[in-house]
């Protein structure tokens, strides 16, 4: 029998993750999952901010952990969910990767233009 082990490719992994936040709810899970940090959020209180039925948010949960940007923990009957920052890495290095054409200052200021708070 052969094996139907599927080998990793980045563009295959950066469509997936590009389509799990190519939806409006879990852009904004995940954008809040982002802003929670390493403690992450239980999934009962994503879907209440997120105003979503928690079934619905399940899905959608299930969605970005697949595609890699979310990962979960079980405790008891709670389920934790916090953005996989490696994964997040992994896109922006991929959807990057050619930005600067071997000229480095074209991209040089790109990260200035974000504000991250402290």
């Known amino acids: 029998m052969e094996s139907t082990v599927k080998e990793f490719n980045p563009q295959d992994s950066a469509v997936e993750a590009l389509g799990a936040l190519a939806h409006d709810t879990r852009l904004s899970v995940f954008r809040m999952l ?9 999934a009962g209180a994503i879907a ?6 928690p079934s619905t948010m399940s899905h959608h949960l299930g969605i970005l952990e697949r595609a890699g940007l979310v990962e979960s923990e079980r405790e ?6 916090r953005a996989d920052y490696e994964g997040m890495r992994r896109l ?16 040089a200021d790109l ?3 974000l504000d991250c708070k402290a």
């Open 111 to 113: 990260f200035g233009e």
């Open 48 to 53: 209440q901010a997120a105003n979503v039925p």
């Open 92 to 107: 922006l290095a991929f959807l990057m990767e050619d930005c600067c054409q071997g000229v480095p200052e074209m991209c």
């Open 34 to 42: 982002v802003k929670a940090g390493p403690d992450g959020l239980i």
């Open 76 to 81: 008891s009957r709670l389920i934790h969910y």
